[in-house]
């Protein structure tokens, strides 16, 4: 995907439409030496294949996808309140493997909850789920430990927020953004080490079918993972809707 796509559809994503006019203005502070011929070309080749809707002269808007919004359960939304008020300083973000079930091509034999929380107390904070609501482990105990073995009572497990994650809190309770999740599956690590062969982006072309992507909020995330030029290319062949 190119920088030009991308600062297009940052600022149509701001906006319930465009004009060509808004845009050239727009582009000229961010990139004040692409010509007008250009803008025009990459307008109509973004509508030719999805990524914006001609909806009057000169006019342009993005599609209307639904709007992704993770519900805890009750028990994980007990688990995030609890950790609030034990770390009221800490950041903290909590969702479950169970909400990608329906995106992939087979249904996952594992099943548990993910707090992520500032790193300084990540451990303290195991501990503190431990005793709350057993069994919880760090992330990185899963390396070592089959998920299966945790299977009388629903596991939590407990990994490190990155600084300045996308985070919703709708919700009354801080969960992840549609954009944290595919950056956080493309990175992958142990929470998702069951995802088998490509099954990762297939859950996150899946994402991207059905949901509205903010991709300069997906793509400044992933710049915090070191992931920023990877996850363009992946967007450029994979996401093809949305470029």
């Known amino acids: 995907m190119t920088s030009l796509e991308i600062h297009i559809l940052s600022f149509a994503q701001a906006k319930k439409d465009f004009t060509v006019a808004e845009i050239r203005n727009h582009l000229s502070s961010v990139i004040p030496s692409v010509p007008n011929p250009t803008i025009l070309w990459r307008l109509h080749d973004m509508v030719a294949k999805g990524s914006l809707h001609r909806v009057g002269r000169g006019r342009y808007a993005v599609p209307q996808k639904e709007m992704f919004s993770f519900v805890p359960s009750e028990a994980l939304r007990a688990k995030a309140v609890a950790l609030s008020q034990a770390f009221p300083h800490a950041a903290l973000c909590v969702w479950d493997i169970d909400v990608l079930n329906s995106f992939s091509r087979h249904q996952f034999?594992?099943?548990?909850?993910?707090?992520?929380?500032?790193?300084?107390?990540?451990?303290?904070?195991?501990?503190?789920?431990?005793?709350?609501?057993?069994?919880?482990?760090?992330?990185?105990?899963?390396?070592?430990?089959?998920?299966?073995?945790?299977?009388?009572?629903?596991?939590?497990?407990?990994?490190?927020?990155?600084?300045?994650?996308?985070?919703?809190?709708?919700?009354?309770?801080?969960?992840?953004?549609?954009?944290?999740?595919?950056?956080?599956?493309?990175?992958?690590?142990?929470?998702?080490?069951?995802?088998?062969?490509?099954?990762?982006i297939t859950i996150i072309d899946s994402l991207v079918n059905r949901y509205t992507i903010n991709v300069s909020r997906l793509l400044r995330y992933a710049s915090r993972r070191g992931k920023e030029e990877e996850l363009k290319n992946v967007i450029f062949k994979v996401m093809a809707n949305i470029i």
């Not at 195991?126 to 430990?145: D, G, Q, S, W």
């Not at 407990?158 to 956080?184: A, F, N, R």
Request: with cysteine; glycine share 6%.
């Open 109 to 200: 034999s594992v099943s548990f909850d993910i707090v992520e929380i500032e790193k300084v107390v990540a451990d303290p904070a195991r501990e503190y789920l431990e005793n709350f609501a057993p069994p919880c482990v760090a992330e990185t105990a899963l390396k070592h430990i089959p998920f299966d073995s945790f299977n009388r009572n629903r596991l939590t497990v407990v990994k490190p927020l990155v600084g300045e994650s996308p985070l919703e809190h709708g919700t009354g309770v801080p969960t992840p953004s549609v954009e944290k999740i595919i950056v956080d599956l493309y990175c992958g690590g142990p929470a998702f080490s069951f995802l088998q062969g490509s099954e990762a």
